[in-house]
């Protein structure tokens, strides 16, 4: 290498000796530069990063592999179920009705008590045409001992028609209601909610 | 070796996991659109029901209702569709008859009406002498109730018309059923009990009109 320099033009030859001599630096310079660099911060974060960024290699077995995917779906499984099984929150219930009173008052909905005597009901529930028939959506609270089971529904004006069911199976018409006609699945209780206006 | 088996467990998560996200799917479908438990041909035909009752401005929620109302009680698809064509035929029928200012309830109320025998001209005769702000709903409903129970059907449609007539008020109507049903329960005959409650109905507005296709003898006596 030295051969090399010593071989070069005499201008480049200038130039590296320049390059070659030796910088005076002021008295404690190097001290300071030392001192700033220690009261730099680590520079943690950007390590961090690094390291969860850094590609690695696991190795499982096939069965441990199958055993996590497995794993991985059942929770999916059972926290989907778990969100839907009863079917709208509570919260998105009242939502609904809470949206109501923006309606016209002739169409906004009344509050409707439906009433049951059925002493010998572990649960009884209110369907028709307002939950869509369905016997878990608006169950039916009883207090005491008289097997008297009643709840309020929302009900937009209009003609309802509705039953009672009983232990989740059978279902009644209310003896309080009028009938709608037989038409193969039973006759249904009618119910007709007049709005203010009507 | 290594890749193998993250390939095997990409794999199985792609088989898997689209069955987990559609048991999810099912169970908020059922919530959200119910009428996903028909079979799908019955579910079209419950639809296209659905669709021409939209087109004729007719009320939906009656069929919709009745096809839910049968698959909570487990009936099969053939039975939900010919149950709500009969529910979709009531109504362009009580449409026709009631006029189309009719509400949905009026419209309903007819077709449940229809449904147990009375005609179209005497709901027809009705809708014709409604007093402006009158409401058919609950005379149709106590009509349809009546015939159900066993009163016959030209006495209950003829003692309904006449107390309609009368000016009777929807509070009289309901009033009228209590009472018939109350003596029906005690071992009235149906047609005795109405007949006998009718009489106490107030008269509120003008003299009677016999409404067309009426009979000429003594209601009382037709459900003997």
């Given at each position: 290498m030295s051969d090399q320099v010593e071989s070069l033009e005499p201008d480049l030859q200038r130039i590296v000796d320049e390059a070659r001599r030796p910088v005076a630096l002021a008295a404690g310079a190097r001290e300071r530069l030392l001192e700033a660099i220690r009261a730099e911060p680590a520079p943690q974060r950007r390590a961090a990063l690094a390291w969860m960024l850094e590609p690695r290699r696991f190795a499982l077995p096939p069965l441990a592999s199958a055993a996590l995917a497995a794993g991985l779906v059942g929770i999916g499984v059972i926290s989907g179920l778990l969100i839907h099984r009863?079917?709208?929150s509570a919260e998105q219930r009242a939502a609904v009705v809470a949206g109501a009173?923006?309606?016209p008052d002739s169409l906004a909905p009344r509050a409707v008590k439906f009433v049951l005597i059925a002493p010998m009901a572990a649960r009884v529930s209110v369907v028709g045409d307002f939950n869509g028939?369905?016997?878990?959506?608006t169950p039916m609270q009883t207090l005491g001992t008289d097997g008297t089971w009643t709840v309020f529904v929302p009900l937009h004006p209009g003609l309802h028609t509705y039953q009672f069911v009983i232990d989740g199976s059978s279902f009644v018409t209310d003896p309080s209601a009028p009938l709608a006609p037989d038409d193969g699945y039973g006759s249904n209780s009618v119910l007709f909610v007049k709005g203010s206006s009507l | 070796m290594k890749i193998l088996s993250w390939r095997l467990c990409a794999l199985m998560l792609a088989l898997l996991l689209p069955a987990s996200t559609r048991a999810q799917d099912e169970t908020s479908a059922r919530t959200?659109?119910?009428?996903?438990?028909?079979?799908p041909a019955y579910r079209y035909a419950v639809e296209v029901l659905l669709d021409s009752a939209r087109l004729a401005g007719l009320p939906t929620n009656p069929i919709e209702s009745k096809a839910l109302e049968g698959i909570a009680k487990n009936r099969n698809g053939r039975q939900i569709v010919i149950a709500t064509r009969d529910v979709y035929r009531s109504l362009v029928r009580s449409r026709a008859a009631l006029?189309?200012?009719?509400?949905a309830a009026e419209l309903t109320a007819g077709a449940n009406a229809l449904r147990v025998g009375i005609t179209s001209v005497e709901l027809a005769h009705m809708a014709s002498t409604r007093g402006a702000g009158k409401e058919l709903t609950m005379p149709l409903v106590v009509l349809s109730d009546l015939v159900t129970r066993g009163v016959a059907r030209d006495t209950a449609s003829q003692t309904i018309f006449q107390l309609w007539q009368k000016g009777a008020a929807d509070e009289d109507f309901l009033g009228l059923w209590r009472g018939v049903e109350r003596d029906i329960v005690s071992g009235t005959d149906p047609g005795v009990a109405l007949m006998n409650r009718a009489r106490e109905v107030p008269t509120r507005g003008p003299a009677p009109t016999t409404p067309p296709g009426a009979r000429s003898e003594n209601p009382e006596t037709q459900n003997q």
């Open positions: 009863d079917g709208p009173p923006q309606l028939w369905d016997a878990s959506a | 959200l659109d119910p009428l996903s438990r028909l079979d006029g189309p200012s009719a509400t």
